[in-house]
């Protein structure tokens, strides 16, 4: 069964909109979630990362917010740009089994 | 660039083939982790090793097998291959057993098409 699911699928947004892409989970062993980046032809990259202790955490344009009870978090990108255009990938970590899980995947596109 | 190099880019193959898929992490990382990415999917964790040894599996597949050599390069071997095994194969590393910061830092992969 698939530990996180996000959604959207894809999302296009104009430039200078706000991009939301949401990820929930079950396992409440979870410790770490972090987001990636994915640029065609490259491999997933670190953008953000947040634990659980935290409801939300920016880092420049990018934000995450995070809801310990629902089980959800989700990544805010304010001012979206054609640069942000990407596959985003949310995903959790169980720190005692050395596992990340890994969503599906959102391609955004912002449309200059 | 991550640090983390994966050979090769390209594989063109036929169904029933073997290959080798080469991973070299970054400098001082002792975890190597192999994923999955199947067209417009997630990525799926097929398994990990940690300083030599197998930590963690995932869904990986009988055909195929994957180990970590002392210097701590790492192969995925894809044995009998069918149409359905075409993909790109990540290799991601980090420094601790499940990432000391939780940093994955991945490869840019490699693309493997069965005919």
């Known amino acids: 069964q698939q530990q996180v699911k996000q959604s959207p699928q894809s999302l296009i947004v104009q430039k200078g909109g706000i991009s939301i892409i949401n990820c929930a989970y079950e396992n409440t062993a979870f410790d770490y979630f972090p987001w990636y980046q994915q640029f065609p032809g490259k491999g997933p990259a670190l953008l953000i990362a947040i634990r659980p202790d935290v409801s939300e955490k920016k880092e420049g344009r990018f934000t995450i917010s995070f809801n310990k009870s629902a089980k959800q978090f989700s990544l805010h990108i304010m001012d979206s740009q054609p640069g942000d255009s990407a596959t985003y990938f949310c995903a959790a970590r169980r720190y005692n089994f050395n596992k990340f899980y890994f969503g599906s995947g959102t391609k955004l596109n912002v449309k200059p | 660039d991550s640090g983390v190099t994966q050979t090769p880019k390209h594989l063109i193959t036929a169904t029933g083939q073997r290959v080798t898929l080469r991973c070299s992490p970054r400098s001082g990382d002792l975890s190597v982790y192999w994923y999955q990415q199947s067209l417009d999917q997630g990525l799926q964790f097929l398994i990990q090793?940690?300083?030599?040894?197998?930590?963690a599996k995932g869904n990986i597949l009988e055909r195929f097998s994957a180990q970590q050599f002392p210097d701590l390069h790492s192969e995925l071997n894809l044995s009998s291959l069918e149409l359905g095994d075409s993909a790109l194969y990540f290799c991601?590393?980090?420094?601790?057993?499940?990432?000391?910061?939780?940093?994955?830092?991945f490869g840019e992969g490699s693309r493997l098409t069965v005919l």
């Open positions: 090793y940690y300083n030599g040894e197998e930590r």
């Open positions: 991601a590393s980090s420094t601790g057993l499940a990432g000391a910061n939780g940093e994955l830092f």
